[in-house]
Every structure is written in structure tokens, then in C-alpha cells.
């Protein structure tokens, strides 16, 4: 039997506002336990919730970004459940009517057509404290800085075929919402995080198959590993004979397997009703019309711009465009490098990208920043250095020895482009070769390149490669 | 100091303001008549004297400097359900004896900055579910006419104490009726504003979307001059208003010459005792002989408002009480053996029956698979409830009835009979479901027993209300009147 994969996410952004999304509270992360938690974080009695609208205009500018209704018309309701970490009893989300319905998102795994993703909603809700089950002896510590953190849930349609399509979703919603900045989007701190739900079923088949909802998925590499592994179940339960239960499963990347945390029966009963202590949300033409002339440029049109504009090919403009530091980063690059965007695309790609990546640091960490990559190109192009070069002075610069310009002064890097001496180093090289000069001229055309080579050594790879080759062509002759 | 205790606001801001008496002197009588009568009457929860004394001293330096306001220096008590900082805040019930908020609410704080002196925080029903001031933990409340009958509720401390002159104002809540029903039932004034006049910060939810604060008092003079410190939109209470603040004192003398009155005649069924009839119209007759003109009207949903309350209030209250849970503050059971025994038995032990009973309506009620049956309903009658007054309203200024269908009734009556208990809130009910402002006002007695009228206005009309009130209050003295036993 061939198997069809059928996946939805679920995608929690925590919303980078300054103060809680119902109280006056910091967000910061990191803070010591339950010293960022007011009154109305901690649920105490008579407080109440004032919605902040940092978080609503964030929201709106999602959906407009993916190209979905902004509800001018959106109700808060209560979700009620008793856990220690949740203070009211009941967390305040959106039901019934979200505030951001029907969005798409185009993906696209490697060497695969692109796909378009419906996104079915998006609703904004505060997020729960944490429980702390070490260190206690036996009880639970609550810290509950995090209640009351804005969160926007992102609900895509079941429309992804593999567990690659899904990372490829995730990735681009993560971009996204860094581009929009109204996520942080750091999955080590918890501020984007994802729940995933799977279901199999024999390919032509229309009918769905019971789905597992797989929790907190906090990397992509986990996304991708919770996926497969739970596909594969499903698979062995149903050729087994077997039925495939609703329920809800934890991914445990250490053991690398997903289990059963929840049944359907055992699924709780959330009671949800509008919360009369807010108001319903309304957004009307002007206000949606004002965030979306806050909008950047999103990264597709980023990536067609790159293409059509600069000259890149479709996969590096990809590359380029995947977060929106890097991008910014490209752009200053090669607006100082001034002309030839490809040599730029070819370095931030190349040695940049490679070097962070081996001293695992983000481009907003680079030593060498953009400015400074594209005044050394900027000396490529005016043939101040060669490309080889080049290189060396982008080590200097990693490590800290000053600018282009600093580098190439203060090692002597300047390309030699002065024929005379050019030719000088070349008749040298020839008075000490004769017996090469000897082979190259009875046609032992090889023995060029051991000019070349020479006479680079000899300048210290300071000697224009070009010229190098036009003035060796008509000596050697 | 001639019998202060029986003064109106008005005419003890007049007395603190010409120095005829200071605050302190006020404040030790008023506390001095606490220490004595609560015995008997069980209104007080907390008594906060040293803070008392010590605003009322306060208050005296401002009165000394000229920086006023008019309600400096005038004590006053605060229904046990408004938050106060530092001051134990119970709401009546064992959940929260040990409760001291880290924070005043809008209310009191209002009250506060306006220089009124605090005596101490009244007796209630325990979280507001009551209609008698019997579900308290700290003991049912006396009626100073008769302290074998109830005060009324839920807001049953704040009227014992007005009424038996140990306050000469105090703050009340009303969800279904819990400031007109027990105003009725001791003899004085009670208003509860339109929903979103008062801010709900800090005072512990009961029904959010229809608990609405207000002030009891002798006189709607005193009443106006109560709502002029705590009416206002609040930044921190989403549901409160944000429009213009009259001063209700302005408009108390106009004339009614003309007023347009409506008589519900399904506030006047076979539900209404003879006497208490008796007595609205005669009070109907004296509004006709000071200019008012009456016509029947009628609010053909009337029947609805109970059943649909004990559906909306009891869904709303069930969550909003969610955050009693013993772990973060309020009671906690010894020796929880796991979190699920935690939560049982600290809720099991805190929470008193007529609270658990609403919680378990409410739960059941938002329950999947019933929630479109029982609580998307009762929101769509709350509706037709509204739409009643608002045609009402489009041929008449005020309504008139009775605020309730009895008398005070005996302490025990109908303690154990719940559906009954919730029929004495019948006439006051649907004024909440519709968020309209109502106030019930001293109209006679019956069989030596106080008798409440009770005024609906339209949205935002208060000043209306109060001065319907104040006119009728200027040509009778059944506001005046103090029970025997504390004159």
C-alpha cells in the first residue's frame, strides 16, 4: 500500500511587545522567578485584563502579510482548565472568531515544485507559566514571568505531504515573522514553537486519516525527526491491523520516539465562552489600511526583487532572502561593494556564511560586518586586490585587524598593477628559468601556468593576475 | 454632636466643612456605634480603626487648609468584596480569610483620594451569591427593623450598617439586585449605575458582565454626591465607559412637572404581596401629584430574566472563581496528598454550598454540548430583555415598580429552598441582563416593615433617576426614618 502523509501545524509566535499581552508587565526572558509577574499575571482576585495593542497591530500585520483577512470583528474567550502554572484557571484566547482568518504561504523543498499552504487562522491568546519540577524535593516550583506572554497561534491547513514540506513551512513562518519583527524568533528560549498534526492515508484516497497531534516541537530538526518517526507508526499500526487513535503524543528527542500523553475520551473540556471582561476586537478599514503601509518588503518579493534586479540566481536570491538579517546584510554589502551583486552574493554565501557557521555565531554576530565585506569588494572591483587576495585580507578582518583598507595598508597587500614592474619580476623569472623557457617555447604549452606561479610568488601575490597573463603571453612567445 | 449619627452626607459635609464637628469626632461616634451594635447585627467583617483614625485625622488637616473635597472627613463603610491594600479582603467567604490585596481597588482608591474615612468592610453573601446575607462564613446579618429578618442581599452588611446608622453611606455591588433588593429591605437608598459607569478593578468578580457598583444611602442628595467620587472610565476595567461624567448634583431639584412614567404590568403579577402593591401605589399617586404623568407599559420577557440570570450568572462565575485554586494564594487544605487533592479539597473546604451549587450551574452549563442549549440562549433572551426596555424607553422617561415582591423575610425562610430564594431578585434581575442603571428608594412601610420602589432609567441617565428620587424624596420622610432600637 502507498502511503499519502498528511501534516498541519500549528505554530505559536510569541509577539516581541515590551509588556504582556493583558497586563503592564516586562516580557524580557531570563528575569529570576516571578519577578515579572504583576497582580494580573498572578490572577489574583478583582484584577482584570487590558488588552495591549502592540500585540493586535502585530497580528494584523501577520495576516496582511500572508495574505489573509484581518477580522474587523474578533472575540476573546476564555479557555478554562486548572493547572498550577495557569493563574486564573482559564487561559484567554480566541475561539470562535480570530482575529486573522484564511492567509497561504508558498513553500518550497529543494528540488521540488513550490507549494502553496493555507494558513486557516491565526489568534492571538497568553501564554501559560512553567512549572518547575527539579530542585524542589518533591514539589513543583510555578514561575509564572511567562503567563500572560502574547502569543499568536498560527493554524495551517492539513496541506503539507512530507515531513521536509513541513520544515519548509516552518522556516518560511519563522523568516516571516522575523521580517515583519514581531517575533524574535529564538527556539531555544521558546519564542517560536510548533505542534504538529499527522495523519496517514492510502494515496487517492480524499478521506482523512486519524490524526496524532505531536507536542512543543521546539526545533526544525525535531519537526522533521517527530514527523517521520510518527508516520512510521502509524504505518506499522495500520499494516499491523490496527486503528490509529486520536490522541495527543510527546516527541521524546532523547529516546527519539513519540508517545501517548492524552486520549480523545481523555481530552479535556474547555468550557469556552466569550470573556466579559474584554471587549470584542474591532479593527476597522483605516487601522488595518495603516499596518499595511507598515509593512516591509516580504521576503518573496525580496527574492524576485534579488533575482530581477540584482542578476541572482533563484537559489542563492533564496538563500539570501531566508532571514531578513541576512538580506539586510547582502544589501549593504553590495550597495558599498558598488556593482557585480553576484561577487557579493559569492562571499556572504561562501567564506562569510562559512566562517559564522564554523564559529557557530548569526550574521548579527559577524565580526566582519556588512559594511566592511563590501569596502573589501569595493577593492576587488577597483583592482586594488586581487580576488585571491582577498581572502587574506577577510581573515585580517575576522580577526579583528581593522577594515579593508587598514589591512591592505598595513600588510602591503596593494595589487601591483604597474607594468614596469610587472614586467621587471617576469623578465627575472625568465633570466633564471631558461630551461622552462626553453620547453614552453618548443610548445610545452603547460609550462605556463609555472610562469603564472612564479611570478606571483615572486610578487608575493600582490602582482595583478590579468595583467600577469597578458604581459607572460607576449614575453613567452 | 446632637445625634450626627442619623445626619445625611450633605448635612455632615456641611457640619466637617464649617468646623461644627471635625472628622476624628465623627469618625470615634461612628466606630464607638460599631463596637456596640455589631453584635447584634453582624455587619462588619473588619472593623479598621486605627487606619480610620488615622485618615480621619488627615482628613481634618485638609478641611483645616481648604483643599476639601466634599466628602473629606465623612466616614464611610466598603462592601467586603472591593480590594483594599493592606486591609483583609474576605468577600464573606473561608477562601480568602486570609487575604490581604497588594492593591486598592478604582473604587475605594477613588473614595480615598476624595478624603473619605474607611470604618471597615461589611458583611456580604459570600462571594455576592446570596439574596439574603445567609451564605456569609462569617454569619448571616441581622435587619436592624427586625433582627430576626434579613437584611437582604448580597450586599446585606452595607445596608444593616446605614440602616442602623453605624455608616451614613457605605459602597455595594449588584449583580442581579444586590444593592436595590437589601436597600429595599432596610428603608434607604441604593443605586446601582449603568453597567460600565463604576470600574470593576479590584472588586472580585462575581458575574463579570453584569456586576456594577453603587452607593447605599439615606437620601438620592447623598447618593449623587457618592456617585460623583466613584463614577468615571478606568483604564484598567475594559468594560467600563469612557463618556462624559455629569455632576449628579446639578440636575436633583428640577422639575418633574411632565415626567413620563411606566408601570411594567408584569412587575405587578400575582408574584407581588398586597401590602408591599399597596405601597408602590401610593407612591405611584404622590409621583402623580408632583406632575409625572403614568401609563402601563409592558416588558413581555419579564418571565425569562431568573432563569436565563441563574444560567449567565452562574456560567461567568464558575470561571471567574477558577482562580481560587490553593496554589497561589486564599485557602489550602493540610497535606495535599497530589494536585488533583489539592484542588478538591482546598475548593471543597473553602467555598460554601450556594457558591459550589452556582459553580457546578455553571460549569454544566458551558459544558460541550450544552453550551448552545443553555448559555448561547440565555444570550439571545438577554437580548430580548434588552430590546423590552429599549421600546419601553421609546414612549416613557422612567420606570416604576416594586424592587421587591416581600418584605424583609426571617432569618432561615428560605435558606434551604434556593428557587425561591432567587424569586425575591424578580424585579430586579432584568435590569442587570440589560446593563440599564436602577435605584430603589424608601417608599412606606408594611406592617412595620421598609418597602422599596425601585426606578429604572434608560442608559446613562443616573441623574435622571436621582433627581426622580430626590423630588420624592422633598415631599416625604420615609428616607428618614431610622429603626427604634438605634435612633
Known amino acids: 500500500m502507498e502511503w499519502e502523509i498528511v501534516i498541519g501545524l500549528e505554530i505559536h509566535a510569541q509577539l516581541a511587545t515590551k509588556s504582556k499581552i493583558f497586563s503592564g508587565a516586562s516580557t524580557a526572558y531570563g528575569a529570576s522567578p516571578n519577578t515579572q509577574a504583576c497582580a494580573v499575571d498572578l490572577g489574583l482576585p478583582g484584577v482584570l485584563p487590558v488588552l495591549n495593542k502592540e500585540a493586535v497591530r502585530m497580528a494584523a500585520k501577520f495576516g496582511l502579510a500572508v495574505g489573509a483577512r484581518v477580522s474587523p470583528h474578533s472575540v476573546f474567550a476564555r479557555k478554562n482548565y486548572f493547572y498550577p502554572d495557569l493563574p486564573k484557571g482559564y487561559q484567554i484566547s480566541q475561539f470562535e472568531l480570530p482575529v486573522v482568518e484564511g492567509g497561504r504561504l508558498e513553500i518550497q523543498v529543494e528540488g521540488e515544485a513550490a507549494r502553496v499552504i493555507g494558513i486557516t487562522r491565526a489568534h492571538l491568546e497568553e501564554d501559560a507559566g512553567k512549572s518547575l519540577h527539579e530542585d524542589f524535593h518533591g514539589a513543583t516550583g510555578i514561575d509564572l514571568n511567562r503567563a500572560g506572554t502574547p502569543l499568536l497561534e498560527i493554524v495551517s491547513e492539513p496541506d503539507m505531504r512530507s515531513a521536509k514540506e513541513a520544515v519548509a513551512y516552518m522556516k518560511k513562518i519563522h523568516s516571516l515573522v522575523q521580517y515583519l519583527e514581531i517575533c524574535d524568533g529564538n527556539m531555544q528560549e521558546g519564542s517560536f514553537r510548533c505542534d504538529a498534526n499527522v495523519s496517514i492515508r492510502p494515496k487517492g484516497q480524499e478521506q482523512l486519516g486519524t490524526r496524532s497531534e505531536l507536542k512543543n516541537l521546539n526545533s526544525f530538526r525535531f519537526v522533521e525527526r517527530a514527523i517521520n518517526i510518527e508516520v512510521e507508526r502509524q504505518i506499522d499500526v495500520i499494516e499491523g491491523g490496527g486503528k490509529v487513535v486520536q490522541e495527543t503524543r510527546l516527541y521524546d528527542s532523547d529516546k527519539d520516539e513519540t508517545r501517548s500523553m492524552r486520549s480523545k475520551e481523555e481530552a479535556f473540556d474547555y468550557r469556552y465562552f466569550p470573556d466579559p471582561d474584554l471587549l470584542p476586537l474591532e479593527l476597522d478599514e483605516a487601522y488595518i489600511e495603516a499596518v499595511r503601509k507598515t509593512l516591509p518588503e516580504l521576503p518573496d518579493e525580496k527574492k524576485a526583487r534579488f533575482i530581477s534586479e540584482l542578476g541572482l540566481a533563484d537559489y542563492e536570491a533564496g538563500v539570501l532572502t531566508a532571514s531578513r538579517e541576512l538580506a539586510d546584510y547582502f544589501e549593504v554589502a553590495a550597495r558599498v561593494a558598488g556593482g557585480d551583486a553576484k561577487r557579493t552574493a559569492n562571499w556572504v554565501m561562501g567564506d562569510l556564511l562559512g566562517a559564522l557557521n564554523k564559529a557557530g555565531m548569526s550574521i548579527t554576530e559577524s565580526p566582519v560586518t556588512a559594511d566592511m565585506l563590501g569596502g573589501m569588494l569595493q577593492r576587488i572591483n577597483d583592482n586594488t586586490i586581487s580576488g585571491k587576495i582577498a581572502k587574506q585580507v577577510f581573515e585580517c578582518m575576522w580577526s579583528g585587524e581593522g577594515d579593508a583598507d587598514a589591512v591592505i595598508d598595513a600588510k602591503g597587500l596593494r595589487q601591483v598593477t604597474d607594468s614596469g614592474a610587472i614586467e621587471k619580476i617576469i623578465d627575472e623569472i625568465m633570466a633564471n628559468n631558461p630551461q622552462q623557457l626553453e620547453q614552453y617555447r618548443a610548445g610545452k604549452d603547460k609550462l605556463f601556468g609555472f610562469f603564472v606561479g612564479q611570478v606571483m610568488k615572486e610578487s608575493q601575490g600582490k602582482a595583478n593576475p590579468a595583467q600577469v597573463n597578458e604581459l607572460l603571453k607576449q614575453k613567452l612567445v | ?487
Open chain 2, 1 to 487: 454632636m446632637t445625634a450626627m449619627h442619623t445626619k445625611t452626607i450633605a448635612q455632615l459635609s456641611a457640619a466637617l466643612h464649617s468646623g461644627e464637628v471635625s472628622s476624628v469626632e465623627l469618625t470615634t461616634l461612628f466606630l464607638e456605634r460599631i463596637k456596640q451594635h455589631n453584635p447584634a447585627l453582624n455587619c462588619f467583617i473588619t472593623m479598621t480603626e486605627a487606619q480610620a483614625l488615622a485618615a480621619a485625622a488627615a482628613a481634618d488637616q485638609r478641611l483645616k487648609a481648604g483643599d476639601a473635597a466634599p466628602l473629606t472627613g465623612v466616614p464611610i463603610a466598603h462592601k467586603d468584596i472591593f480590594c483594599t491594600a493592606g486591609v483583609k479582603t474576605t468577600c464573606a467567604s473561608k477562601m480568602l480569610d486570609n487575604f490581604i490585596a497588594p492593591y486598592e481597588s478604582t473604587c475605594t482608591a477613588k473614595f480615598v483620594e476624595a478624603g473619605a474615612v474607611m470604618l471597615g468592610k461589611t458583611n456580604m453573601d459570600e462571594f455576592a451569591m446570596g439574596s439574603s446575607n445567609e451564605t456569609s462564613y462569617y454569619g448571616a446579618v441581622k435587619n436592624p427593623w427586625d433582627l430576626e429578618r434579613v437584611p437582604g442581599g448580597s450586599s446585606g452588611g452595607s445596608v444593616s450598617a446605614v440602616a442602623a446608622r453605624l455608616a451614613p453611606a457605605a459602597t455595594g455591588t449588584d449583580t442581579g439586585g444586590s444593592i436595590r433588593q437589601p436597600a429595599a429591605l432596610c428603608g434607604l437608598t441604593g443605586l446601582k449605575p449603568t453597567y460600565g459607569r463604576v470600574s470593576r478593578f479590584g472588586m472580585i468578580a462575581f458575574a463579570s458582565s453584569l456586576d456594577q457598583a453603587g452607593p447605599i444611602t439615606y437620601s438620592a442628595e447623598d447618593a449623587a454626591l457618592l456617585m460623583n467620587v466613584m463614577a468615571g472610565f478606568d483604564e484598567r476595567d475594559s468594560t467600563s465607559v469612557d463618556c462624559e461624567v455629569p455632576d449628579y448634583s446639578a440636575n436633583l431639584d428640577n422639575s418633574i412637572e411632565g415626567l413620563k412614567i411606566g408601570l411594567p404590568k408584569e412587575y405587578f403579577d400575582d408574584g407581588l404581596d398586597d401590602r408591599v402593591a399597596r405601597v408602590i401605589d401610593a407612591a405611584v399617586k404622590e409621583y402623580e401629584a408632583l406632575g409625572a404623568v403614568v401609563k402601563e407599559i409592558s416588558l413581555p420577557n419579564t418571565a425569562l430574566a431568573v432563569p436565563t440570570y441563574y444560567v449567565v450568572a452562574p456560567a461567568e462565575c464558575s470561571t471567574n472563581l477558577s482562580r481560587f485554586d490553593g496554589v497561589r494564594f486564599g485557602h489550602r487544605c493540610d497535606d495535599p496528598q497530589d494536585l488533583f487533592d489539592l484542588y478538591t479539597r482546598s475548593r471543597g473546604e473553602g467555598f460554601g454550598a450556594e457558591v459550589k451549587r452556582r459553580i457546578m450551574v455553571g460549569t454544566y452549563v458551558l459544558s460541550a454540548g450544552y453550551y448552545d442549549a443553555y448559555y448561547l440562549k440565555a444570550q439571545k433572551i438577554r437580548r430580548l430583555i434588552s430590546d423590552d426596555f429599549r421600546a419601553a424607553f421609546e414612549t416613557v422617561d422612567v420606570i416604576m415598580g416594586p424592587t421587591a415582591p416581600t418584605t424583609a423575610f426571617k432569618l432561615g425562610e428560605k435558606a434551604d429552598d434556593p428557587v425561591t430564594m432567587y424569586l425575591s431578585d424578580i424585579y430586579t434581575i432584568s435590569v442587570n441582563m440589560a446593563g440599564l442603571p436602577a435605584a430603589s428608594i424608601p417608599a412606606g412601610f408594611a406592617d412595620g416593615l421598609p418597602v422599596g420602589l425601585q426606578l429604572i432609567g434608560n442608559y446613562f441617565d443616573e441623574s435622571r433617576l436621582l433627581n426622580v428620587a430626590h423630588k420624592y424624596q422633598q415631599a416625604t420622610d420615609w428616607h428618614l426614618q431610622v429603626p427604634a432600637a438605634f435612633k
